[in-house]
């Protein structure tokens, strides 16, 4: 069963952190839900917001500054954890792998695949979950992210053509089978078979088959990682796909919350209009 661990008035709305056993991550797991005043009177659309390496549930729901814009259009916001965590739970002591490191995909390798299923958790599991506890519309969903999470809304998005109406990303890990942050991952949960890669590639997947909506993806010239982000190789495929979005180039913004909460606002108005919020 679901547990409350802690709920708190926000712009009127709630938000909330709740805990559950996880069948997908074979784990307990935490996520977080802001429900905007509009969740008093009716089911809302739902807006995720996949977190970067090292993060928690609570990373962005505290920094990232999503919970007044989103209660001002009348848009849910779900935060939930980057991995499975716990006793049992493979780990490895580097910070870009093991738990806080899931990059959302479902492991097939040992000894990450009896608990590293987070794509299955992010398109299924959590979504039930949502639908059957609170008043969110299962039927109107968009997904965001930033870095790791920017990588893995890309990917949702594009692999689950019809499911979010919007995809928008904070400087993602855009092409990860050619970048440090990527290739070691992907090699540790999926195997050596870089065939077996190339779905949760943003790059490669937007230049298989492109996104059934409007894109938006922010990237900072001052980030410190822009040269294993490699927003270039997205940019390049969206434009010889005509793919319709845009990518923004924020002079002198880097890698942190602070660049986030900057453009927060225009990332939940884009996904409220997708939705019809």
């Known amino acids: 069963p679901m547990q409350?661990?802690?709920?708190?008035?926000?712009?009127?709305?709630?938000?909330?952190?709740?805990?559950?056993?996880?069948?997908?991550?074979?784990?307990e797991m935490t996520f977080g839900l802001y429900l905007p005043p509009q969740a008093a009177r009716g089911p809302v659309p739902v807006l995720w917001y996949l977190s970067g390496l090292t993060c928690t549930h609570e990373n962005a729901m505290i920094k990232a500054g999503a919970q007044g814009w989103a209660a001002r259009h009348g848009l849910a916001v779900v935060f939930p954890d980057t991995s499975p965590r716990g006793e049992g739970v493979a780990d490895d002591p580097h910070y870009d792998l093991g738990q806080g490191a899931g990059f959302y995909v479902n492991a097939t390798e040992a000894p990450w695949a009896p608990h590293f299923r987070m794509w299955d958790y992010v398109v299924e599991e959590l979504p039930g979950l949502l639908?059957?506890?609170?008043?969110?519309?299962?039927?109107?969903?968009?997904?965001?992210?930033?870095s790791m999470g920017g990588h893995g809304a890309l990917t949702l998005a594009m692999g689950l053509p019809?499911?979010?109406?919007?995809?928008?990303?904070?400087?993602?890990?855009?092409?990860?089978?050619?970048a440090d942050w990527g290739r070691k991952q992907l090699a540790a949960y999926l195997g050596p078979d870089e065939a077996a890669w190339a779905a949760h590639d943003a790059t490669l997947a937007m230049r298989a088959r492109g996104f059934d909506g409007?894109?938006?993806?922010?990237?900072?010239?001052?980030?410190q990682f822009i040269d294993t982000l490699k927003p270039e190789a997205l940019g390049e495929a969206m434009a010889a796909r005509r793919q319709p979005g845009r990518l923004r180039l924020q002079r002198g913004y880097d890698h942190s919350y602070f660049f986030v909460a900057s453009f927060m606002a225009d990332h939940v108005a884009f996904h409220a209009?997708?939705?019809?919020?």
Do not use: K, M, W
């Open 162 to 178: 019809g499911r979010y109406a919007s995809v928008s990303a904070f400087a993602p890990i855009a092409h990860p089978t050619s």
């Open 214 to 223: 409007e894109v938006l993806i922010d990237q900072g010239l001052s980030d």
């Open 4 to 27: 409350t661990v802690s709920e708190n008035r926000a712009f009127g709305g709630v938000q909330g952190v709740y805990t559950h056993t996880s069948e997908a991550c074979s784990c």
């Open 273 to 277: 209009e997708a939705l019809g919020a």
């Open 131 to 146: 639908a059957e506890q609170f008043a969110v519309d299962p039927e109107r969903q968009a997904i965001t992210g930033h």
